[in-house]
């Protein structure tokens, strides 16, 4: 089992940035994918972003948050990062991080929820107008 832990989300004004956060218990793995979800009031889960490392690193992003969002990690302190600049109040949704472990991300597609093995509890980010 891989414990996933979200921080950093909150409520911000329309413009405005967050960082959010998501700690591993452990990776026990040398290839895995990694990402964020979220889900909005009323709508399905979507994904957000990927990072996978295999030999090689590779991340992904929705078309609703490239040039906005950044996915990236720090594997000394087990963390995955979500940084969102320019925030939209269409980015309100709780948010949450997923794992799986050894395996390559797949093409990315917002509707796949199904290929994490782990979830975090997920936290809330609110965007004012």
């Known amino acids: 089992q891989v414990n996933l832990v979200e921080s950093g989300g909150g409520s911000v004004q329309t413009g405005g940035s967050l960082l959010l956060s998501c700690v591993a218990s452990?990776?026990?793995?040398?290839?895995?994918?990694m990402g964020w979800f979220r889900q909005a009031p009323g709508k399905e889960r979507e994904g957000v972003a990927t990072?996978?490392?295999?030999?090689?690193?590779?991340?992904t992003y929705a078309d609703s948050v490239k040039g906005r969002f950044t996915i990236s990690q720090d594997n000394a302190k087990n963390t995955l990062y979500l940084r969102m600049n320019s925030l939209k109040p269409d980015d309100t949704a709780m948010y949450y991080c997923?794992?799986?472990?050894?395996?390559?991300?797949?093409?990315?597609?917002?509707?796949?929820?199904?290929?994490?093995?782990?979830w975090g509890p997920g936290i809330q980010v609110t965007v004012s107008s």
């Open positions: 990072i996978s490392r295999s030999r090689t690193t590779t991340t």
């Open positions: 452990e990776y026990t793995s040398r290839s895995y994918c």
């Open positions: 997923a794992a799986a472990l050894g395996t390559w991300c797949p093409e990315f597609e917002p509707a796949n929820v199904k290929w994490p093995r782990y």
